[in-house]
């Protein structure tokens, strides 16, 4: 089961058929993370962590396993006056700055890619509109290449084999020729 962690964005409920339903989303993130008809009673700003489960229709959450660390803006102090809350929230915090800066990325390289797709032509976005459909199609690709980002975890090359590394060509030199 997945673990989800992040600063809460919105709280949402819907009514459906009399029965109430309910989720949250997290900053930088379109993804609705449902709890069913729990209400996990979320400030927004509030850091947490939990595990969740994709299914046929959308992200669950084992709202037992919700955590809620500390809101957003509060300050760098740990909730409890333990030292493993202290490391505990400080690896949110990380992990959150990490999302940030993946997503601050994604942004760059979507303004780069439309920015080349409009020069090159491959991209026309008529003057009715315009700034309106340029800022659509970065913010529909700046989504696209953070899930990239996110799901698609980055593959170091592997080390060459030895043969191909070592120089070609005499292995020892006379030192004691000059050069």
């Given at each position: 089961?997945p673990?989800?962690?992040?600063?809460?964005?919105?709280?949402?409920?819907?009514?459906?058929?009399?029965?109430?339903?309910?989720?949250?989303?997290?900053?930088?993130?379109?993804?609705?993370?449902?709890?069913?008809?729990?209400?996990?009673?979320?400030?927004?700003?509030?850091?947490?962590?939990?595990?969740?489960?994709?299914?046929?229709?959308?992200?669950?959450?084992?709202?037992?396993?919700?955590?809620?660390?500390?809101?957003?803006?509060?300050?760098?102090?740990?909730?409890?006056?333990?030292?493993?809350?202290?490391?505990?929230?400080?690896?949110?915090?990380?992990?959150?700055?990490?999302?940030?800066?993946?997503?601050?990325?994604?942004?760059?390289?979507?303004?780069?890619?439309?920015?080349?797709?409009?020069?090159?032509?491959?991209?026309?976005?008529?003057?009715?509109?315009s700034?309106?459909?340029?800022t659509?199609?970065?913010?529909?690709?700046?989504?696209?290449?953070?899930?990239?980002?996110?799901?698609?975890?980055?593959?170091?090359?592997?080390?060459?084999?030895?043969?191909?590394?070592?120089?070609?060509?005499?292995?020892?030199?006379?030192?004691?020729?000059?050069?």
């Amino acid at each position: 089961m997945p673990r989800g962690y992040g600063v809460v964005q919105k709280s949402t409920s819907k009514n459906v058929k009399g029965k109430n339903y309910f989720g949250f989303v997290l900053e930088g993130e379109d993804k609705l993370y449902r709890t069913g008809q729990i209400n996990p009673n979320l400030e927004t700003g509030a850091k947490i962590s939990f595990n969740y489960e994709d299914g046929e229709y959308g992200s669950f959450v084992d709202v037992k396993t919700i955590k809620a660390y500390r809101k957003e803006g509060a300050s760098a102090a740990p909730v409890a006056g333990n030292k493993d809350d202290y490391w505990k929230n400080k690896e949110l915090v990380d992990a959150s700055r990490q999302k940030q800066i993946s997503y601050q990325a994604a942004t760059n390289t979507a303004l780069a890619i439309t920015n080349f797709a409009i020069e090159k032509g491959y991209l026309k976005i008529g003057a009715k509109d315009s700034l309106k459909a340029y800022t659509e199609a970065v913010k529909q690709l700046a989504s696209e290449v953070y899930h990239l980002y996110q799901t698609e975890p980055f593959k170091a090359p592997e080390e060459p084999d030895k043969a191909e590394v070592e120089p070609k060509g005499p292995k020892e030199f006379d030192l004691e020729e000059p050069f």
